[in-house]
């Protein structure tokens, strides 16, 4: 493919860091790099958080499921727009996933549509900050204050967003990151859960360590170590930390990068798709340039538009199929007809740290092109 729809970053100083590691002899986690790497992300979350270094951002969800204590028959409310990755660890737990609709504007979950699906038995609502672009967090944050419930920040793909000056991951009790290597800095897999309810950080501490209290033992709290809690396997080995941590000390400059590409696209399209069908970033919020993305008027157009672009050489993609469309919800009797129709309407353009701006005004070109022979098309008919 001529243009991909993703190349992995690759800044070229990771292989230092990984012989350093070989070097070192120690390669599973809690070596050099995971610790330097979970003080980054400190510093970028807050240092009244804790912040622990993961296998995948799944298993940090899975991890959220065993903090928040999920019994079956709990609720857990979440957009069906969102990656199988959000629903399966409370799913696994036997909770009840409860499907709410998105804002058509911004793709994430709707504040104004999730009271009426609170009940006595909602523990938690997740919230998705899809693309990178911060959700309505201060409207859900009073909703979980208001009715006793725990928030949870799926920032997968938010990583150094912000909303009003503060960053993404830092308004929930728990919140989750990706190190996917689609995302704007990645170890090919890996992820992170952070921490902001001081309750939750003793236990975190003996989830992170397979259920056992090795932390109190090793600090001399406790003079016996023991198996005290259920939990798994969640870290990170010191290979991927090594892999993440040089992207982590250039997080500015590689989504600085990533949203001038953003915006490049954003002009570049301005004066051939409708702004509604562009995405919206609020101005009390900062993205971090992770996803850019247009709606066509119908799914059919979009196949051809995809198929045009692959002719052209260019890769092109669509994304989640709603959740509660999957064959295991098929009789859930659920129907989410903005969700559906964004699912079904949305193509994400290439973008990565490499794309140059003459790849982008190519791009725009032929987007140009397939809708003005749309519109000969249509007057022929």
């Not at 709290?221 to 005290?228: C, E, F, G, N, P």
């Not at 064959?327 to 859930?332: A, L, R, T």
């Not at 973008?351 to 000969?376: G, H, P, Q, T």
Request: glycine share 4%.
């Amino acid at each position: 493919m001529k243009i991909p729809f993703n190349l992995p970053l690759r800044l070229g100083t990771e292989i230092q860091y990984l012989q350093e590691v070989i070097k070192r002899q120690k390669f599973s986690a809690e070596g050099y790099y995971s610790k330097l790497a979970a003080q980054k992300l400190q510093k970028i979350f807050s240092p009244t958080s804790r912040v622990h270094l993961t296998s995948s951002c799944t298993t940090a969800m899975e991890m959220a499921a065993l903090l928040l204590d999920i019994k079956p028959d709990d609720e857990i409310i979440m957009p069906s727009f969102t990656h199988v990755g959000t629903a399966n660890p409370f799913l696994r737990a036997g909770a009840e996933i409860v499907w709410c609709e998105i804002d058509a504007r911004c793709m994430s979950i709707d504040p104004d549509k999730i009271e009426a699906l609170i009940t006595s038995r909602t523990k938690a609502i997740v919230a998705v900050h899809y693309a990178g672009i911060p959700c309505k967090i201060d409207e859900i944050r009073n909703i979980c204050k208001n009715n006793g419930i725990y928030f949870i920040e799926d920032c997968a793909m938010a990583i150094g967003s912000t909303y009003k000056d503060r960053s993404v991951g830092t308004f929930g009790d728990l919140a989750v990151i990706s190190f996917h290597e689609t995302k704007n800095i990645h170890c090919g897999e890996g992820g992170a859960i952070v921490i902001n309810n001081e309750n939750m950080l003793d236990r975190s501490e003996i989830l992170m360590n397979c259920g056992t209290n090795k932390n109190q033992f090793e600090s001399g709290k406790t003079d016996h170590y023991s198996w005290i809690s259920k939990s798994s396997n969640f870290k990170m080995s010191e290979l991927q930390a090594a892999f993440l941590f040089p992207q982590l000390l250039e997080l500015q400059k590689i989504n600085n990068k990533r949203i001038d590409n953003w915006n490049s696209y954003y002009n570049s399209f301005s004066g051939i798709i409708p702004k509604d069908n562009l995405p919206f970033a609020p101005e009390f919020s900062k993205h971090n340039g992770h996803l850019f993305y247009i709606h066509t008027s119908s799914r059919r157009e979009r196949d051809e538009l995809i198929a045009f672009f692959k002719k052209n050489e260019i890769e092109a993609v669509f994304h989640y199929i709603p959740l509660h469309n999957a064959p295991i919800w098929d009789n859930s009797g659920v129907t989410l007809p903005i969700t559906e129709h964004a699912a079904g309407t949305i193509l994400r353009m290439p973008l990565y740290y490499d794309l140059s701006i003459d790849n982008i005004v190519l791009i725009a070109e032929k987007i140009s092109e397939f809708y003005s022979e749309k519109r000969i098309e249509n007057q022929l008919i």
